[in-house]
């Protein structure tokens, strides 16, 4: 984000003016959300995995995790210069709250307040993972306790909605509800997340075969289905697996836990396979190798599976380090895969994600505002919308999820505007060691067959306009290779 | 009647002994005093109290190891499992031949539906249960399994059942509906987490519903915290004011314990104490229909002592015989008129009302539905909602149907017992003029028939008509969960653009759109309608052919235990009768013979 975007310069330029002009917090408040960096939430129902994904993002055990509900206030984790934490009541004021960092996660003193006075908790962390990326933690809807619920369904999806700039959702295994609450966060038709920013997340991936070592292959089938199914497709860009425990253990692996992992791995293979038929059996299991205080503690960071996966890797030799296993894990639980959805389909649209949040916040402002109240800046607001290509793309792209059509042409206009990423290779299909000849042959290509299908009488209306935003798309990628070349 | 009866001994199945024995007793007894009639009978209802079975449902929310727990249950691999598909039909796993299997589909769309049963096996039974919409347009609508298991041999029928919440057809989220008439249901949680709301609330509702209800909490092999699980669920329950029994168990310890026959860790999979649960239950079950049994077992022991004990009287004395005589004949005239009385027309009577009773509620409801559904389609656009819309659509009507059958089951239990009221005042009556100190025959009449009138009403024992009118609703339930899906879908969700304003520049679109939307309500609204109307055409003619059914049972019925009664009554008059005009040498042996066949009779019954 070091050159801004000139849609972002025109953004920042637009809610300069109107922060003049209008004078409302609000549009204050967007202009200086625009400068934070990019702001995903994760979401999600109770107990899916949420803070434990978080942690696992950010590389450390940061957010509460447990058996019972344990996050129950929206907490918001963000890059800063010291340890802080405050909590931010919902009459606007803020209050700073002590706070103990205890070996496995952060234990927060709410100082006397209550639960349903705080709006939310805004976390200072000093850590590089989130740099360039904001996350929130939020409370799982569909929670036994209604306060619970209530407060994060009013959050995604009536009041921070203007400052929320992407979603990572989780689900286990699909759910009614959870794609009930995925249609609630597109209610309006242009607006918030939506397949444009929307990743759904299959969580807790390595328990769907209840632990075998197969888990993840299985995981990985289902979201492949869900990501060809209408419903969903609908609703997310992408759907991605994820075991988030073995994901937060990977990045926060101890040594001691490796020796652990190595003396398991001497015991006869016999001897294990009957000691991991159960937690139970595991935690009882011989205790000359390891005791069973360390036991239970290595099922805690690890989970059955990952306990079966870690030690199978380092019996066969595959790791023979802490950093060696903490990579395989990473890759095996899904996590590095996320970790390139994310980057691909939102970091490295991140200028335009704020651009589009920070607009579509203004215009709602100015639509609570009495009509025709500042007619010049609502039809700037419309014409941004409108003309700025980065913008039309996310549009266009919301619009093919919504036709539901995985047809070549659907397919190669997603691709073109951006759909599968933002590169010029990404939005070409072509490989990186491509050729500039060859690039700029699969571009012209691509521009004559939409230029085709615009003016075939037997395209309908709406994919006319999808064809037209490829096209701008292409003509800019040929320009960028033009300029490459030159 | 010949003398050999006698020589039998009487003290060996008194009243003490097991009802199972008394009814081998008395059955030999009726065999030796050629009352085949009265044989058959108590062979019926020695059939019925022989298999008391217990459906139990295993329910519970998508991918929590239903299926999973049913084979633990059984130990094999019954119900097919997999991590990415789960069971979308109703699956019965019942006692018999091992490894036979019938998938039920119907066929064709709006009226011309038809229903017929496959046998299959192995990979293609498994892939019949989980997609049950099937590429040649049959629609899979349940399967039932045998196995040869001690457990389900006990009477036990357990059915899987498809999860409440997932996306896929045939997933319904109304407890009502998913559990169906099953006497018992096992819900099925995993340790991964607490109890939500949603699971709550549908404990609720099925501890309404069934007898018993089991909260079953799975993978504890694989949940570090699963007993904490286990607790707060507890707690949960508590709160929430439901007595519901918490078993944590692990079906992948009892399968490896049942591979590897190991006892130790069989214990540990908590199965054995879910199962020693579950046959409590049923034993429970059982002495109920024992105890019913006993009482039919007195019925007829009833009728054959009133006969001989008035033949008894007649050759001691034939002076009082004559009076007794006269008793008996207006006794058996009574009985007569009973046979072919006005019974028949008030069950005749009793069974158009109820036809069009149900057929009313029927239509109103699905009238009620239709109109909700019109109103929230007006309001919204279908394109965007319609798969919800089309899920509580399904979900609502499959509610509807379920109240209206159990009013029915509900309204034809009532009738059953007030024909049975009827033919008891009848009886009485008739017995009030046998003015001798001996059972009221017109006891085994009532007794009889308020058998039958239990069995419908309290699901415990299964009569014909109860096993008819559920295998049918399962079909019609399934039809309507499933069945007609097919005209739901056939509204193609025309393509619509949620972005497309963007694209378009917004405003221009507004007209078009408008016309869009317009239509797209017009369609949506023609598909409901027609669902509406197919669930309605088909739950109305299979109420109608249920109830005919259920006519016919009842009738045959109670015609068969008012012939019995006719013809004890008919006999004790010509005993008696001839009894008076035989000479005294005759009388004195037959005294002789009828002493103790009356005495052993009497033995044979309770208190």
Sequence with gaps: MTTPSPLRSEVAALLADAEDRIGLDGVGDLRRALDEPLTVAIAGKVKAGKSTLLNALIGMRIAPTGTGETTRIVTWYRHGPRYEIHAELHDGSRRRLPFERTASELEIDLDGLDANDIRRLDVAWPTPSLVDLTLIDTPGVDSINDDVSARTRRFLTEEDRTTVDAVVYLLRHTHETDLRLLEAFHDDSINRPDPVNTIAVLSRSDEIAGGRLDSMASARRISRRYTDRGELRRLVQAVVPVAGLLGETARTLTQAEFDDLGRLAEVPARDVERSLLSVDRFVAADPTVVDAAARAELLRRFGLFGVKLSTNLVRRGVADSAEAIAEVLADRSGLTELRDVLDRLLRSRADVLKARTAILGLERLLGELPSGTHPDLAERVDRVLGNAHPLRELAALASLRARNDDGPLATSIERAIGGHGTSVGQRLGCGEDTSADERRNAAWADLALFHDQRENPFTDASMKELCDVAVRSLEIVLADLELAGA | ?607
């Design chain 2, 1 to 607: 009647m010949d003398g050999r009866h006698t020589t039998e001994p009487t003290s060996r199945a008194s009243a003490g002994g097991s009802v199972h024995e008394r009814l081998r007793a008395t059955r030999s007894a009726c065999e030796h005093l050629d009352r085949d009639d009265l044989v058959t009978q108590l062979d019926q209802a020695g059939a019925r109290a022989r298999t008391p079975e217990l459906r139990v449902a295993v329910v519970g929310e998508f991918k929590q190891g239903k299926s999973s727990l049913v084979n633990a249950l059984v130990q094999r691999e019954v119900c097919p499992v997999e991590d990415d598909l789960a069971t979308a039909v109703p699956t019965v796993v019942r006692h018999g031949t091992e490894g036979e299997a019938v998938v039920t589909l119907v066929t064709g769309a709006g009226e011309d539906v038809e229903s017929i049963e496959r046998t299959l096996g192995g990979d293609e039974l498994r892939d019949h249960i989980m997609r049950p919409i099937r590429d040649d347009g049959t629609r899979v609508t349940g399967a039932t399994i045998s196995c040869d298991n001690r457990l389900l041999g006990r009477g036990v029928v357990l059915i899987d059942t498809p999860g409440v919440g997932g996306t896929g057809a045939g997933h319904t989220r109304n407890a009502v509906s998913s559990l169906g008439l099953a006497d018992a249901a096992v819900f099925v949680t995993d340790a991964s987490q607490e109890l939500t709301a949603s699971e709550l609330d549908y404990l609720r509702q099925a501890d309404e519903i069934c007898s018993s209800v089991w909260c079953v909490v799975t993978k504890t092999d694989f949940y570090p915290d699963w007993s904490t699980v286990v607790e707060l669920d507890r707690g949960h329950l508590r709160t929430a004011g439901l007595d519901i029994p918490v078993v944590p168990v692990s079906s992948s310890l009892r399968m490896f314990a049942v591979r590897h026959r190991d006892a130790e860790i069989n214990a540990e999979s908590g199965i054995p104490e879910l199962a020693r649960l579950i046959e409590a239950h049923l034993d429970a079950h059982v002495r109920v229909a024992e105890g019913r049994l006993g009482e039919q077992v007195d019925a007829v022991l009833d009728q054959l002592i009133a006969h001989h004990r008035a033949e008894l009287e007649a050759v001691r004395d034939p002076d009082a015989g004559a009076h007794l005589v006269e008793q008996l004949e207006e006794a058996r005239d009574r009985f007569d008129a009973l046979r072919s009385g006005r019974w028949k027309q008030g069950l005749a009577d009793g069974i158009t009302d109820l036809r069009s009773e149900v057929d009313f509620e029927l239509r109103a409801r699905i009238k009620d539905i239709s109109a909700e559904a019109d109103a929230s389609i007006n309001v919204t656009d279908p394109a965007e909602v319609w798969s919800e819309f089309e899920a509580v659509l399904v979900d609502k009507i499959a509610g509807e149907v379920d109240a209206v059958y159990r009013l029915m089951l509900e309204s034809a239990g009532d009738l059953a017992r007030r024909i049975a009221l009827d033919l008891d005042n009848a009886g009485v009556e008739a017995g009030r003029i046998l003015d001798i100190d001996v059972a009221d025959p017109a006891d085994v009449l009532a007794r009889a028939t308020i058998d039958d009138e239990i069995d419908l009403k309290t699901t415990t024992s299964i009569g014909a008509g109860l096993t008819l009118l559920r295998s049918s609703y399962s079909g019609v339930l399934m039809f309507t969960m499933l069945g007609s899906m097919a005209s739901l879908s056939a509204v193609a969700v025309p393509p619509l653009a949620i972005g497309a304003g963007l694209v378009f520049g917004r405003k221009g679109l507004r007209d078009e759109s408008e016309r869009l939307l317009t239509q797209r309500r017009a369609q949506a609204r023609a598909a409901m309608k027609r669902y509406c109307d197919d669930v309605g055409f088909h739950v109305g003619k299979d109420t109608r052919d249920t109830l005919n059914r259920l006519h016919r049972t009842m009738r045959d019925t109670f015609q068969t235990h008012a012939d019995s009664a006719v013809r004890s009554a008919r006999e004790a008059h010509q005993a008696a009768d001839a009894a008076r005009r035989q000479d005294a040498e005759t009388r004195k042996r037959r005294a002789a013979e009828l002493a103790p066949t009356v005495a052993r009779l009497e033995a044979l019954r309770t208190s």
